[in-house]
């Protein structure tokens, strides 16, 4: 396949997205959207599917589409500093939730257990745990 020269449909196709994705990244200001040849459609290339899996990329890892914006204004190779802030606000915020799943976690077990060990009993520990 051409990667030079794709219609939406080709290009939504190589980035593993479908095409309400990429419309909706041109929306936000993600993905240009390139011009329109009178009589013709719209084609696509291959640094916009590069682009298109970087921001999947990003999404995987946590960044919100506004911190993947910001990411792309920086994509020129020479703000390592500012990319290297972005990432580890990122990285702290991940921390932060790892934390509070831990402490969720810890809570469920003992919830849980003590339902298991409360046999016969006329209410359920688990559920009057949480209402009080």
Known sequence: MNLRNLTIGN???EASVNVETIRFYQRKGLLPEPNKPYGSIRRYGL?????????????????????????????????CEEVSSLAERKLQDVREKLHD??????VLA???????????????????????
């Open 47 to 79: 640094a916009d599917v590069r682009r298109v899996r970087f921001v999947k990329s990003a999404q995987r890892l946590g960044f919100s589409l506004d911190e993947i914006a910001e990411l792309l204004l920086l994509e020129d190779g020479t703000r």
């Open 11 to 13: 290009f939504a196709k």
């Open 101 to 106: 799943l831990q402490r969720m976690e810890s």
């Open 110 to 132: 003992s919830l849980v257990s003590s339902c298991h060990s409360n046999s016969g009993a006329l209410t359920c520990p688990l559920i009057e745990n949480l209402q009080t």
